[in-house]
Structure formats: C-alpha cells, structure tokens
C-alpha cells in the first residue's frame, strides 16, 4: 500500500515570489514519483516526474522537484511563479512493479496575486 | 506524451438517466483508467480497463454503477448510471505509456447532475 501527504492545502504566493509545495510519501516498495498541474476549468497535465537517475529535475516551464529518498519527500519548488502558475498541484507515487496503480495527494492550490 | 480526446466534454444531466464518456487515444495502449474528481477533491480511481477482459474496480465502485468497455485498444467508454447529484464530478480518462509507465490524461468530462 502506498499514500501521499501534501502538507499545504493551499498556498497563496506574490507574483515574483518563490514557492515550495511539499509532498511526503509512504511506500513498502520503490516508486516512480509524479507532479500533475490542473489549470482552472482544465484537466490534468504532468509537470515532471522521477523515475531513476538524478534526483533533482526539472520541468519546461521552470518548477523543479528534488527526491529525497531518506525523508520520502519530492517537494516542488518554483524561485519566481507568475499569474499563469495559479492552479492546483498534485503529487503522486506509483509503484515500480508493472500493474500498481498510481495514487494521488490530496492536492495544493497554488494563488499567485500581483 | 498521448493524445487522448473524450467525449463529452461537459454535461448537465438529470438525476436517474445514464450517461456514457468516451475516450478515444492516439495509439495503441494495454491498459487504459478512469479517474473522477469530485467537486473540490483529489483523483479517485474507478477502474481499470483490459482490453478483452473485463474491467478491474476499486473498492467502493461497482460495476453495474459504473459499467466500462474496452473494444480495442484505443478506445473506452464509462457509463455512470442512475446518476444523482453525488455522481457529479470531473470523469477523466488515462492511459499509460513510456518509460516507467507514466499516467497521461484526458481533458476530463465535467459532469452536472440535477
């Protein structure tokens, strides 16, 4: 069994400003590690993910996400967010071992005001 | 990445009647899943769906609620029956593909019963 934890349900945050959106994990198994944006009225896109390799990386559109396998985190972080960044953020984890199903956090809204 | 395309897009429906989703996908893919996301909320999945076999459902969704079909691989569809207002939700459909299997989406199916 495995389950997501993001720790801030919402995160309001000035134009310009960094934000971190933290997400912790629990897994008896190894994990692929997700973060999904849901822009208003749209449905879900995938921002970056972590399947092997360097633990740190990075999406297109400047929001990048370390894991940290000691402290079962994959927080997400942005050092400057815009307006076009306001939205709702989900973490997920999946199970490396083909069939596990992928489940989510219960998401953070982010609200990026000028 | 997947292009993946349903229908329909946005419904209001009355309370009783059924309604059917479809979701059609670029290419060819073995298993394909649907999400809902109730009003506020994070993804929940409903089921999995083989395609020549029958679908696999999670705890709590049944299928003469939510029955599925998977005629080939690039399409499915999920019909929500006897719909009340609790059933109103975004519907989404995903599919999986690439390295580590990674979860794409659908723009979801809004749905509105009154």
């Known amino acids: 069994a495995q389950s997501v934890t993001q720790l801030d349900s919402q995160v309001p945050v000035f134009e310009e400003a960094p934000v971190e959106l933290r997400c912790n994990y629990s897994?008896?198994?190894?994990?692929?590690l997700f973060w999904y944006v849901q822009y208003p009225n749209q449905g879900l896109q995938l921002l970056l993910k972590?399947?092997?390799?360097?633990?740190l990386v990075e999406s297109i559109n400047g929001f990048e996400a370390e894991f940290n396998k000691s402290q079962t985190s994959f927080h997400l972080r942005k050092p400057s967010v815009h307006i076009s960044d306001t939205a709702e953020y989900f973490c997920?984890?999946?199970?490396?071992?083909?069939?596990?199903?992928?489940?989510f956090g219960g998401g953070t809204r982010v609200l990026v005001k000028p | 990445s997947a292009v993946i395309s349903q229908k329909p897009s946005r419904d209001i429906c009355q309370r009783g009647t059924s309604l059917t989703i479809q979701c059609q996908v670029d290419?060819?893919?073995?298993?394909m899943f649907w999400y809902r996301q109730q009003p506020g909320q994070s993804l929940t999945l409903i089921a999995t769906?083989?395609?020549?076999?029958?679908?696999?459902?999670e705890s709590g969704f049944v299928i003469d609620k939510f029955p599925i079909s998977r005629p080939n691989l690039t399409f499915s569809t999920l019909t929500v029956s006897n719909m009340s207002p609790e059933d109103s939700s975004i519907y989404l459909c995903?599919?999986?593909?690439?390295?580590?299997?990674?979860?794409?989406f659908g723009e979801g199916s809004w749905l509105t019963v009154v």
């Open positions: 995903s599919v999986g593909r690439g390295t580590g299997n990674t979860i794409y």
């Open positions: 897994s008896s198994v190894s994990v692929y």
């Open positions: 972590y399947l092997s390799g360097s633990t």
């Open positions: 997920a984890v999946r199970g490396k071992a083909a069939g596990n199903k992928l489940t």
């Open positions: 290419s060819q893919v073995t298993m």
């Open positions: 769906a083989n395609q020549g076999s029958e679908a696999t459902y």
